[in-house]
């Protein structure tokens, strides 16, 4: 049973638009969530996080979303680079010594 | 070079061979990590290392040894390879070394071993 679900495989969006990827989780005891982002041939890297007492964070051109009745957190780019084209990936974290479970990811493509 | 290597980066091998993949990280970070990346399935957790000595198994253990007799070092060894197990691997280290991770703890990643098993 997937704990982390990111339910698009691929998203494309014009330079300079925004980019809004989605991801949705079922473990209720999910206290903090990441997004890393991974390029072809590459580890993935860590991006941006939010823990479950707020409902936004921002770096930058990134800002992730919490809405924890919903059970879902979405990451905004804006405005969209070519440089973001990658896979991004979605993971949340139980605390304690439970290890991060990731989504699948979804390919950005971001076409100038 | 200080971080996180694995090595080989590509590697081709035979079904029922043994194969080793070796990681190596100078952060001395006490949480060690093997995953694997495959299309459909992303990231999944293989076998994690909390320090040296102690190792845990993941989402898909199986046909996976590892080992941590130093801190630096988390080699996974596929005793005896086959099909399913061509992927992607990823070593990863975790900085928190505090009594406990997950919470605030992020990942850092090596670039990944490609294995084909033929």
């Known amino acids: 049973d997937q704990q982390v679900k990111q339910n698009s495989p691929s998203l494309s969006v014009q330079e300079g638009r925004i980019s809004i990827l989605n991801c949705d989780y079922t473990?209720?005891?999910?206290?903090?969530f990441l997004w890393y982002k991974k390029y072809p041939a590459e580890g993935p890297t860590f991006l941006i996080s939010?823990?479950?007492?707020?409902d936004k964070n921002e770096d930058g051109r990134f800002t992730v979303f919490l809405n924890k009745s919903a059970k879902h957190l979405s990451l905004h780019i804006v405005p969209s680079q070519p440089g973001d084209s990658a896979v991004y990936f979605c993971?949340?974290?139980?605390?304690?010594?439970?290890?991060?479970?990731f989504g699948k990811g979804t390919r950005l493509s971001v076409i100038a | 070079d200080a971080g996180i290597t694995q090595s080989p980066r590509y590697k081709i091998t035979e079904t029922g061979r043994q194969v080793t993949l070796m990681c190596h990280q100078t952060?001395?970070?006490?949480?060690m990590f093997w995953y694997r990346q495959d299309l459909g399935h992303g990231l999944r957790l293989i076998y994690y290392?909390?320090?040296?000595?102690?190792?845990d198994k993941g989402e898909v253990p199986d046909g996976y040894v590892v080992s941590r007799s130093k801190t630096e070092n988390f080699p996974l060894t596929l005793e005896s390879a086959t099909r399913s197990q061509t992927s992607v691997y990823f070593c990863?280290?975790?900085?928190?070394?505090?009594?406990?991770?997950?919470?605030?703890?992020?990942?850092?990643f090596g670039s990944g071993t490609q294995l084909s098993v033929l």
């Open positions: 990863a280290s975790s900085e928190s070394d505090a009594g406990g991770w997950g919470t605030n703890e992020k990942l850092f």
């Open positions: 993971a949340a974290s139980a605390g304690g010594n439970t290890p991060l479970v």
């Open positions: 473990n209720s005891m999910f206290d903090y």
């Open positions: 290392s909390a320090a040296a000595d102690i190792t």
């Open positions: 939010i823990s479950s007492i707020k």
């Open positions: 952060w001395s970070h006490s949480y």
